[in-house]
């Protein structure tokens, strides 16, 4: 991708813990929600001595996600004896190609760790189409970048938003037009974030997919017509989190954490931004 390949720093060298946030580069074509941070990992020539260092990084935030109530669960493409938790994941996995299959097993993995963190076990996670089919009372977020997988999950009977993304690479500055309306650039230009500092472009893109991956299964069919680019989603400062909504409608919002982890970011839907909306019919869960 352009202006994609960089520094080692730009590349997701600098891994150690909660550093600052990346320079941006200019230029990004037209993609739709998601496949953006898909092409630039599937760019990324990953370097197998840096995931443990990424891992060891991230895994040092987890007393955050578990101050809400969150089980964190890591795991990364280079780990040896990644493999299946069964047929179905086998199955599934055989019809990939190399990286995304480890990638694939990676994310499986880290979701049956995020919910052990939580006292549930979990087998094999099949799929239905792009979607994880988890067993009844267990859920989890998956999300995958630069080799290195993350899930968060909750408990059984815990009735809250579940989502979660880690962007490990900046993102370019020309795609604040895929990210942002109008109304939202100022987050990028002003003393909006926490420290009076403006919000890094890459943790409001990764908070929206996020939030993303929480309110797509809650709103229902109908309502999720409406979602159809991360632009859909609106953003607004609320200390060190983001409140994140439905434009269509602003029943539908939640407080999002988004965490530097060297040039990169991971973040994760606390909970609703405020009381929890009316069940409506079902979705399923976002894709992983």
């Known amino acids: 991708m352009t202006g994609l390949g960089g520094s080692a720093r730009s590349r997701g060298a600098d891994l150690g813990g909660q550093g600052t946030y990346g320079r941006t580069a200019p230029g990004v074509p037209a993609v739709a929600p998601g496949s953006l941070r898909r092409e630039r990992d599937g760019a990324f020539a990953a370097d197998a001595g840096r995931l443990p260092a990424a891992v060891a990084a991230l895994a040092r935030l987890r007393p955050l996600p578990a101050a809400a109530g969150l089980g964190l669960g890591l795991a990364h493409v280079g780990e040896p004896g990644l493999g299946p938790g069964g047929p179905a994941e086998a199955s599934a996995a055989a019809s990939m190609a190399p990286r995304r299959r480890r990638e694939f097993l990676a994310g499986r993995q880290a979701a049956r760790r995020a919910l052990r963190a939580v006292g549930t076990d979990c087998g094999e996670i099949p ?109 607004r400062p609320s200390g060190e989190e983001l409140r994140i909504g439905l434009r269509a409608d602003p029943a539908y919002a939640v407080r999002v954490r988004a965490l530097p982890v060297g040039a990169g970011v991971f973040s994760y839907v606390v909970g609703w931004a405020d009381a929890a909306p009316a069940p409506a019919d079902g979705m399923g869960d976002a894709a992983d």
């Open 127 to 235: 799929r239905a189409g792009r979607l994880p089919v988890f067993a009844p009372g267990r859920a989890a977020s998956i999300s995958h970048s630069a080799g290195i997988a993350v899930a968060v999950a909750r408990g059984p009977g815990q009735n809250a938003p579940l989502g979660c993304d880690l962007e490990l690479r900046p993102l370019p500055a020309g795609a604040a037009r895929l990210v942002l309306r109008a109304d939202e650039e100022r987050l990028v230009d002003t003393a909006a974030g926490p420290g009076d500092t403006p919000w890094p472009l890459t943790a409001l893109f990764s908070a929206k997919e996020a939030a993303w991956k929480a309110l797509y299964p809650a709103v229902g069919q109908a309502t999720a017509t409406s979602m159809r680019t991360l632009r859909d989603l609106w953003a």
